[in-house]
């Protein structure tokens, strides 16, 4: 029983992914439901729904509170930090390409920019995961 709130806050969060991106890009775009970054972070809402659970119903002193919320501390890192770096790279790359590309024809495909989250981003999905943890 212990998935019911996180998977509630994972699909709460895709749901706005695409009701965000609609809004934003005047379109509807339902491959956001399963695509990596957006707002709001689902891993965060993920994660901290789980670990709001957990805390809860189980208590905040235990073993399986203390690796959730390690488990946590780090996917927040990686959202926020690591795949964002990879993401503007990525960016990078791609103007690059696309410079190069003007001048002589190379066929490598675009790199996905769109990786990880602002720190914006995960704070709201660190909010949604928690109410959703604690409803």
């Keep these: 029983m212990f998935f019911v709130r996180p998977l509630v806050a994972l699909f709460i969060a895709q ?3 695409i009701i965000i991106y609609g809004w934003k890009n005047k379109r509807f775009d339902f491959r956001r439901l399963v695509g ?3 707002m ?3 891993h965060a ?3 901290v729904a789980l670990t709001t659970q957990l ?3 189980v208590g905040v002193d235990g073993p399986v509170f203390a690796i959730a919320l390690v488990f946590t501390m780090v996917v927040l890192y990686d959202a926020a930090g690591v795949r964002r770096a990879a993401g503007k790279q990525a960016a990078i790359l791609n103007t690059i390409m696309e410079e190069v590309m003007a001048h002589k024809k190379i066929e490598e495909a675009r790199l996905k920019e769109l990786l990880g989250h602002t720190p914006f981003e995960v ?3 660190v909010v949604l995961g928690f ?3 604690w409803w």
């Design 40 to 42: 709001p972070s689902s």
């Design 36 to 38: 990596a970054g957006g």
């Design 15 to 17: 749901i706005f992914k």
């Design 123 to 125: 704070l709201v999905g």
């Design 131 to 133: 109410l959703v943890g």
């Design 55 to 57: 805390g809860k119903d």
């Design 45 to 47: 809402a993920f994660t």
